[in-house]
């Protein structure tokens, strides 16, 4: 999209933006911008499993050690990556007073997309209080964070019908890194992993519902946004909410005998997925620029752009990654990429 509209100064020929709105391309963008929105809910889902799985199904506790060893094993890649990022920042020539670069760290703004680590810190120091809660009713929780998590996407999809002012504004003004913004998938994964044995044989049945759901949802939130004509790269509407539910609710539905293609190499790509999000930033950010100083004539090819800057943003980490772990360097390994 950046390609596409910002830097479309660089293209060979002059596009006019509403030729670039209306092309395949963007269409085909969309989509993907679409299909992919329930990565981030997908991830804290599985990291509240995980805190249930630590904590043990009967008497066992989530400690605070526990937490700790935790934050610190995400802690200590993302300062790195974060200061890698503030070096590119001075290399450029830009001045960052020493409080912005504190505030930066702490909320995760070095990059848009590093805010998902002290989300992440915040709901692992809270998640003593929700398994507590996940075994005392678990029902209540989820019917607590669910409204919770409902008046979150609200205003979004109030302002997309143009309804704004009053609470909408304040509600729009709640920050990504805030742990509020993602408490109900955090509280769902611990649900899911306490309960699962229990909660299991009623979504076998319901399968193919589910997976019918997530394509109803997928299919009504890029009509929503088409519609309405949403600004790119927002937060989620309550369609999208649907959908992520949907999605979620299909995978953990799948039955024993049920394969999925290529289901090896994803379990292997999964156990990189930290190191991959760390360093695909980087990654795409730099490819991009490259291709915006040496090949310009490349922008306009929109789905030759799309497909380099995919390819880096995987390739690159996965690459680093097996170097790193293959040779002498292997020791800061789990402090570069977890």
């Given at each position: 999209m ?6 479309s ?16 391309a ?6 993907v911008?679409?299909v992919v ?5 997908a991830?804290?889902f ?6 249930a ?6 008497s ?9 060893l ?6 200590i890649?993302y300062?790195?990556?974060s ?17 912005r ?13 590093y ?6 810190i915040?709901l ?12 005392k ?5 989820l ?33 990504k ?9 955090f ?5 899911a ?23 109803f ?9 088409q519609?309405?004509?949403g ?11 649907f ?12 039955g ?37 100083l ?44 977890g």
């Amino acid at each position: 999209m950046t390609s596409m509209f910002s830097w479309s100064n660089r293209y060979p020929i002059s596009i006019p933006a509403e030729i670039l709105a209306a092309s395949p391309a963007f269409y085909f963008l969309r989509m993907v911008e679409q299909v992919v929105v329930f990565s981030i809910p997908a991830f804290i889902f599985v990291s509240g499993y995980f805190a249930a799985f630590l904590a043990g199904r009967h008497s066992s506790k989530f400690s605070f050690k526990q937490t700790f060893l935790r934050i610190k094993g995400l802690l200590i890649p993302y300062l790195i990556w974060s200061i890698l990022f503030l070096a590119l920042g001075f290399v450029e020539g830009k001045s960052i007073p020493a409080v912005r670069v504190l505030s930066n760290l702490l909320i995760g703004s070095t990059t848009p997309a590093y805010y998902y680590v002290p989300l992440i810190i915040q709901l692992y120091l809270i998640a003593p209080l929700l398994i507590f809660a996940a075994r005392k009713n678990w029902k209540i929780l989820l019917i607590i964070t669910g409204l919770i998590q409902i008046l979150i996407h609200l205003p979004v999809s109030l302002t997309l019908l143009g309804i704004q002012g009053g609470v909408t504004t304040f509600l729009l003004q709640i920050p990504k890194w805030l742990f509020l913004t993602r408490l109900f998938w955090f509280s769902a994964g611990i649900v899911a992993g306490l309960h699962f044995s229990k909660l299991k044989p009623h979504l076998l049945n319901l399968n193919k519902v589910f997976g019918l759901a997530a394509l109803f949802f997928l299919i009504f939130g890029f009509v929503e946004w088409q519609v309405f004509n949403g600004p790119l790269q927002t937060r989620e509407t309550i369609i999208d909410w649907f959908y992520q539910i949907s999605v979620l609710l299909f995978f953990l539905s799948l039955g024993e005998q049920q394969k999925l293609p290529f289901s090896k190499t994803f379990n292997s790509m999964s156990s990189k997925s930290f190191g991959i999000y760390l360093a695909h930033v980087p990654a795409m950010e730099i490819t991009a620029r490259g291709i915006y100083l040496l090949a310009p004539w490349i922008l306009p090819n929109h789905f030759l752009f799309f497909t380099l800057i995919f390819i880096a943003g995987l390739g690159i980490p996965l690459l680093g990654m097996q170097i790193v772990f293959s040779t002498k360097l292997r020791p800061i390994y789990g402090y570069l990429f977890g």
